[in-house]
């Protein structure tokens, strides 16, 4: 036990120095933080081991962020290289491997702030998607950083589409080569990141063609830059995108291929094959090129849209226990703005879908790892749910995170608004999850494909994958709550959202079918069903986080008060997504207007449960200082010294201003202006 008791020193805040209002949330907590510390890592070994990672990433000057809200995006993007280089270094240094348990907490400690985050991706292509020939003569030269790849798929015009894809490779049977081209402006691959300066090779995913016949879409491996002098290959026009909202230190770059040759082995050949006069043979499913997607969705979902959301959950609560605004009794100090029911009903359902993000994750992650273990085998019958699951999660979380880290910015009022609150890039950075790796609109959609053809199989009788068994349990009836207590019980709130998922899936199916039968064409029927299917897909993924959050809580240990708090949290989760969606739970009457009132009740009555342990629940995610990077968030609470110390370091402040010689003199000394 005395392993976990070193919160207070990874924080590097001596307690003595701690701000009162925010030393005394931290007497009064009901549960063991360290130990809620330690479920959240998966065990306290592992607690240990990330605390040690963390600690000689962070004690190694080369890695500090300090100054990252003052820098130009050259320097941004050069300390992310210098940062890249020296983790290697320190990597072999300490005897971390790239697929050991210290890589996941080492780019958790650099917070993704480091280049050839795409050389990853790249390596796993290759992994997934190549021969043991292939795997074994690219994978030491990317290990060894001899070479450094990205992964480019997506087109100028092109994106979640993957068979629209407009780039060819034509099999060349006189010299054993594919020809790649870019055939039109829209066809150029357009965001890849580390391809605008760094790469040296990529994966290009493109239309394979073979005497003239389209075969689909195909990935293989280019070399785009000289190994000599990093000049850029011949036929390969390549460069960097240009500003944007965020990801200021990644090169994301565009690249187009004039008449590019390369031999016939660089087509990632594990499931498909192009022989050598020109037979094409393929093993296993077509869909395996979509696993590298999959495989990229689940990592994102932890890494690039939770975290920041508990990053968010940490500066806005602990900010909220320290900033003091109006007097909430007549006669009394200011109080607290977390004391006011409406802080608590903006910040604490972010802190509960934090947690319930957190546990789903850990369900996906089993699920891949299942999946991988059985393509591997060359089995690929979970590979539609699996497909199905990454794509309806990644859009259903990232969004959410998204909307929430926003109402964690604007809960902070002005100071939210300033980036030394670390506030606007967590926003910024997650907003684009949003967009990459799949447009959510659309992965919503293919999640509602599957979840259409399941309802229609366990209609008739046929088998569906485990997840998706409750579309056949359709049961008439009416929601048994009789008081407010009743919708804390877990089986009352699950069952209704069980039920809206499946009303939601059923009357959407129906209407499909009523429109194909009525004339009109599959497609357009489909088209026309669009806004109902993602509302019955996100109503899947709802349910099973909720369902997945209180069977989680059910296995937890009910000591150290962690399964107690646990509870409350999944009920604020469950009753704040019914509370929201009143009109979903309250459209065929499962639900009716005086249970909705039980509901609010309930759903308030938690927030104030809850508010007792905000402070600690969020020190359980247990951030660094130099991790959250946060003027706001820092775990002494020393906010307003730390605002005025941050701001003093602007290089604004330290030169003369440019325009006063050119402007302000001319105009303060304009003898017209003189009183």
Not at 225 to 252: V, W, Y
Not at 387 to 396: D, N, Q
Not at 440 to 456: D, G, V
Request: net charge neutral; aromatic share 10%.
């Amino acid at each position: 036990m005395a392993l976990l008791d070193t919160t207070k020193d990874t924080q590097g805040s001596g307690l003595a120095s701690v701000n009162p209002d925010l030393a005394s949330e931290r007497l009064t907590a009901s549960f063991c933080v360290p130990r809620l510390t330690a479920v959240l890592d998966g065990g306290a070994e592992r607690t240990r081991l990330r605390r040690a990672v963390v600690n000689v990433i962070e004690s190694d000057p080369v890695f500090s962020s300090e100054n990252q809200y003052f820098q130009s995006q050259n320097e941004r993007y050069e300390a992310a290289v210098r940062k890249a280089v020296h983790l290697r270094k320190k990597m072999q240094e300490m005897g971390w491997s790239e697929g050991g348990p210290e890589s996941l907490y080492v780019y958790r400690a650099l917070s993704g702030d480091v280049a050839f985050l795409l050389h990853r991706v790249f390596m796993r292509s290759i992994s997934v998607l190549g021969s043991d020939k292939q795997v074994a003569k690219w994978i030491p030269l990317a290990t060894e950083y001899q070479i450094i790849g990205s992964y480019a798929q997506t087109e100028l015009g092109h994106g979640t589409y993957l068979q629209g894809l407009e780039t060819t490779a034509i099999f060349d049977v006189s010299t054993q080569e594919f020809i790649l081209n870019t055939p039109t402006i829209s066809a150029m691959k357009w965001w890849p990141g580390d391809m605008g300066r760094s790469a040296t090779h990529t994966v290009v995913f493109a239309q394979l063609y073979i005497h003239g016949k389209c075969y689909g879409v195909h990935p293989f491996i280019v070399q785009i830059r000289s190994l000599q002098d990093h000049s850029l290959c011949p036929g390969i026009t390549a460069g960097d995108i240009g500003p944007k909202m965020n990801f200021e230190h990644i090169d994301n770059g565009y690249l187009m291929l004039k008449n590019v040759r390369i031999p016939r082995e660089n087509m990632l050949n594990k499931f498909c094959e192009v022989q050598p006069d020109g037979t094409y043979v393929r093993r296993g499913s077509q869909k395996i090129n979509y696993f590298t997607m999959t495989s990229v969705r689940i990592s994102l979902i932890s890494d690039e849209v939770i975290l920041p959301l508990m990053k968010a959950c940490t500066i806005a609560i602990r900010y909220s226990v320290v900033r003091r605004q109006s007097k909430l009794k007549p006669g009394e100090e200011e109080a607290k703005i977390l004391d006011y029911q409406t802080q608590q009903e903006k910040l604490l359902p972010q802190l509960a879908a934090a947690y319930a993000f957190h546990f789903i994750n850990n369900y996906l992650h089993e699920l891949f790892d299942r999946g991988y273990r059985e393509i591997q085998g060359r089995n690929f019958d979970l590979l539609p749910e699996l497909h199905a699951f990454s794509s309806g999660f990644k859009a259903m979380v990232s969004q959410y995170c998204t909307t929430g880290v926003e109402i964690c910015l604007r809960a902070c009022g002005g100071h939210g608004y300033s980036l030394l609150s670390g506030l606007p890039s967590l926003y910024t950075k997650i907003l684009a999850s949003c967009i990459y790796e799949g447009e959510n609109t659309i992965l919503l959609l293919q999640t509602a494909r599957f979840l259409i053809k399941c309802f229609s199989a366990a209609s008739a009788g046929q088998p569906v994958p485990p997840s998706v068994t409750y579309l056949a349990a359709m049961k008439p009836g009416k929601c048994p709550a009789k008081d407010k207590l009743d919708f804390l019980s877990p089986d009352v709130y699950t069952e209704a959202y069980q039920h809206a998922a499946i009303r939601l899936i059923s009357s959407t199916a129906a209407k499909l079918q009523d429109l194909i039968q009525s004339g009109v064409e599959r497609h357009e029927a489909w088209n026309q069903c669009t806004v109902q299917l993602v509302q019955a897909a996100k109503a899947h993924c709802h349910y099973i986080t909720v369902k997945n959050f209180v069977e989680t809580v059910e296995k937890l240990e009910n000591t150290a008060g962690i399964q107690n708090i646990m509870k409350h949290l999944c009920d604020l989760f469950a009753l704040h997504g019914i509370f929201s969606n009143a009109g979903t739970f309250l459209h065929d009457g499962y639900i009716t207007g005086a249970q909705m009132d039980m509901v609010t009740a309930s759903y308030l009555d938690l927030l104030g449960i809850i508010r007792k342990d905000a402070v600690p629940l969020v020190d359980a995610f247990d951030f660094t200082d130099k991790n959250l990077n946060s003027a706001l968030g820092s775990y002494d609470g020393q906010v307003y010294q730390r605002l005025y110390e941050w701001a003093r370091k602007a290089p604004t402040n330290k030169q003369i201003s440019p325009a006063y010689e050119k402007y302000l003199k001319p105009l303060l000394h304009n003898k017209l202006s003189k009183l």
